[in-house]
Structures are given as structure tokens and as C-alpha cells.
């Protein structure tokens, strides 16, 4: 199946069939009971395929919101027979009665600290000190300016932008080559910004398709907390490695540039016209 979906959106067609619809009902009782991440990942391309089709109006209707499982179930052991009651009340009359025994009671604050639950680790970005950039009023900005985008939000990111506290980057897709049906790279590119969730809370993106044929280019800029690419972003979302990753200086002008257009979208984009654009906030 993984090697099916690898040139295939779908499984039959180009659109979802009763097929795709029998195949995402069964998937989703692995993916939520029984699938982990550490799992599936080993299937790149029936993860991609099953989050795009949960994800649809009409599958959500009915599915919901679709959560991973994050452990396997333990295995019951089978439990032994009870005894037939005759038997039991032979063994009673038998053997006369003992007195369960006491454990000394646990003194209360040790008690107390058993039961107490354990907080989560934090994440290694939420100790880093403050930055006087604030994601969200970024994200607000960006999402409530209708007009003047030049003028309003771009001037407004880089008053904003803390380059101590964040550090942009540009993506370039290592098999561009590959990019010769349009929808299949518009879902490829719409699985990552999917398996990116995970980051959500510290990152901002834009992704690029580029191109009036194919193969298309697709190109990204990823805004991140903290001076590199954070580490458990590399790890966990495996699409990371299908990218070269550079660092932006924007003491230089033309990266700095670069960088404005890729966040209003500009059009044409490095010479080309855009296929479409897709915003991570």
C-alpha cells in the first residue's frame, strides 16, 4: 500500500472512492487504538494519505477529530477459572478463618508525594528566555490584513521580528524532478504542513509551489523559536529531510527581500507564476 500511494493520491482515480472511504474507516482503528507515531512513520506515504482524507469536510463529519494513539494497549492475561462454590466451602469449613494482616499505615506526606502526579517536561524552547516577539500578535496580523499588505504586515513582521529569540529559514524540496502531476505535489506539500502541527505553537510558514508546468518547484520560508531549526522538529516530522535547509542573514538585503515576498506571496515569484501558496500559522 505504501508503495501504491507513493505515485498515487488515492487508491483508485484521481478523487475519493467507496474504496478510499472502507480503507480510511479500518486505517483509523489502527492509527487511534493501536498505530503509533514510531510505527507508522515507517509508511511515509500511507500517513500522508490517511491524515489528507480524515481531514475532509465529509470524513470529519462523521470521524471527527482523528488523534493518534501514543502507546499499545497491554496484553490482558487470560484469567484463571473460579472454582466450583462446593469445593469453596469444603475448603472454608476446613480451615479456620485468618486475620488479614495490617500494613502500617504510609505516613501522610509520603502518601501525598505518591499520589501527586508528575508534571510534563517542558519543552526546551519554552526555557528560553523572553522574546519581544510575540507569534501570536504575528499570526493575528498577518491573518486580519486584507489591504496595504506591503505596508501593514510586512513592515509590521520586521518591526516585530527578534532575530535573539527566532531565526528564519528558506526550504528548497530536494526532488523537484519528481513534481510532474500538480495535485500530487499540492497534497505532498499539504502533508507536511499537516505532520508540522506539532510545531504549531512555535513556528510560522509559508510554502511555495512555483510554476505554470511541471515538474514544479516547491520552495518555503519557516519562521522558528530559538536560534536553529528546533531539534525534536528534525525528529519527529520525517518530510524535514526532504529539504535543504538555509539559515537567513538578514543583514543581507536581497535575503531580506527574499523574505518579504515569500510571506505576501508575490507573484511572479524569482521569474515563475505561482501554482499556489500555503500558510503554516
Given at each position: ?9 488515492y ?6 472512492t467507496?474504496?478510499?472511504?472502507i480503507?480510511?474507516c ?44 501514543d502507546?499499545?494497549p ?8 473460579a ?10 469449613k ?8 495490617k ?32 507569534l ?15 505596508e ?15 531565526s ?22 499539504g ?29 518555503g520560508?519557516?519562521?522558528?523559536r ?19 535547509w ?36
Amino acid at each position: 500500500m505504501n508503495t501504491h500511494l507513493a505515485s498515487n493520491t488515492y487508491l483508485v482515480g484521481h478523487s475519493v472512492t467507496l474504496a478510499d472511504i472502507i480503507m480510511t474507516c479500518n486505517l483509523s482503528i489502527g492509527f487511534t487504538r493501536v498505530m503509533t507515531k514510531s510505527f507508522t512513520s515507517e509508511f511515509p506515504h500511507v500517513e500522508r494519505y490517511f491524515w489528507t482524507i480524515v481531514n475532509q469536510p465529509n470524513f470529519k463529519k462523521v470521524l471527527g477529530e482523528v488523534k493518534q494513539t501514543d502507546s499499545v494497549p497491554a496484553v490482558q492475561s487470560a484469567k484463571k477459572p473460579a472454582p466450583a462454590k462446593e469445593a469453596v466451602k469444603s475448603k472454608a469449613k476446613e480451615e479456620p478463618k485468618k486475620e488479614a494482616k495490617k500494613e502500617p499505615a504510609k505516613p501522610k506526606a509520603e502518601a501525598e508525594e505518591e499520589e501527586a502526579p508528575k508534571p510534563k517536561p517542558k519543552n526546551a524552547l519554552d526555557l528560553l528566555p523572553p522574546s519581544k516577539m510575540i507569534l501570536d500578535d504575528w499570526k493575528r496580523l498577518y491573518s486580519n490584513t486584507k489591504t496595504n499588505f506591503r505596508e501593514v504586515a510586512i513592515k509590521g513582521f520586521w518591526d516585530m521580528y527578534d532575530p535573539e529569540g527566532y531565526s528564519l529559514w528558506f526550504c528548497d524540496y530536494k526532488y523537484n524532478d519528481e513534481n510532474t502531476v500538480s495535485f500530487v505535489t499540492l497534497n505532498k506539500v499539504g502533508g507536511f504542513l499537516q505532520r508540522m502541527d506539532l510545531a504549531r505553537k512555535y513556528a510560522f510558514g509559508k510554502m511555495l509551489i512555483i510554476g505554470a508546468n511541471s515538474p514544479y518547484k516547491v520552495k518555503g520560508l519557516w519562521l522558528f523559536r530559538g536560534p536553529e531549526i528546533p531539534e525534536f522538529v528534525m525528529q519527529e516530522c520525517y518530510d524535514m529531510e526532504l529539504y535543504e535547509w538555509t539559515k537567513v542573514d538578514i543583514s543581507d538585503e536581497n535575503q531580506k527581500e527574499r523574505v518579504s515576498q515569500m510571506i505576501e506571496d508575490q507573484e511572479p515569484f524569482e521569474g515563475e507564476p505561482l501554482l499556489d501558496a500555503k500558510c503554516f500559522k
